[in-house]
């Protein structure tokens, strides 16, 4: 152990190899809870931030509503949105597969790929959602055991 640049530093200070051994072992179980703490701030963070996505979307459109007349963005939301200025960029769904991009149609065929479902005004399909409804595409359940696309 002579020759480690850990064990070298320690020995600078005065610490036998006894208590050399004790100071890796707490740094050691540190590392690991940290590491442990890290990685379920990471769930934490990526649900959070797609409800928070969610949110910022649904106050767009509501927003652009109120603004034209009572009439929601058409099929072409993503673009509706960023260039009258309510939306810089559409955010991204953490949830599965990370993405952007907005459905507004063919909900059932694409299922779970990430991203939002919006159903434009005029829309036949997914008739238990209301026009200018927009939700998380995952039929994944949050930590309340809730669907996402519930919320």
Not at 62 to 87: D, Q, T, V
Request: net charge positive; glycine share 8%; proline share 3%.
């Amino acid at each position: 152990m002579k020759n480690r640049f850990f064990s070298k530093f320690l020995s600078r200070f005065g610490f036998n190899k006894y208590e050399r051994i004790v100071i890796i072992i707490i740094m050691a179980v540190f590392i690991f809870f940290t590491l442990f703490k890290f990685i379920s701030s990471q769930k934490n963070f990526n649900q959070d931030a797609t409800v928070l996505g969610l949110r910022s979307l649904r106050t767009a459109v509501n927003l652009y509503y109120g603004e034209h007349g009572g009439r929601f963005p058409s099929k072409n939301i993503a673009e509706e949105l960023i260039e009258n200025g309510y939306l810089d960029s559409i955010p991204y769904n953490y949830i599965g597969d990370k993405s952007n991009k907005i459905i507004t149609s063919d909900f059932e065929d694409n299922q779970n790929l990430g991203g939002w479902c919006y159903k434009a005004p005029g829309s036949d399909e997914y008739p238990q959602k209301k026009a200018g409804s927009i939700w998380i595409n995952s039929s994944k359940k949050n930590s309340e055991n809730k669907l996402w696309s519930d919320l």
